[in-house]
């Protein structure tokens, strides 16, 4: 055999390889966007109704200043929140200056109401109250 011969063999064996290498990337690339593509779907499916199993004996307790934030990021959803028995629907951009009368520094328990298919409805805060012993 030629050493030109060889070249080419060495060439063709490159360049078939080189291709096959490519359409199994984009093989792949196909599978992956399709998977990440039913995940995202499910999980959207899924908004609001995925139950944890795990539960703390503690309670979950949220300060006065995560308790203003929650109001304000709830704004503009469906899900209405309420502070200590009263109800709060504040747009920080059309009125920023709204306040809502929590302590910064108290200590609120949250309850979630939620719908039978596990959709949250209503947000409630009630301020725990200290004991002195």
Known sequence: MSRNTQHLMLFCTAVVLFVAACLYGQRNIAILMGAL????????????RIHTTLHSSQLNRYTGAEVLH????????????EVDGHEYVIDPLADSPATIPVELEGSYLPVYNRSDAGELLKLSFRKEVESND
Do not use: H, L, P
């Open 37 to 48: 593509n039913e995940r995202a779907a499910s999980v959207t499916e899924m908004d609001g």
């Open 70 to 81: 929650t109001v304000r990021q709830m704004t503009g959803t469906r899900v209405q929140v």
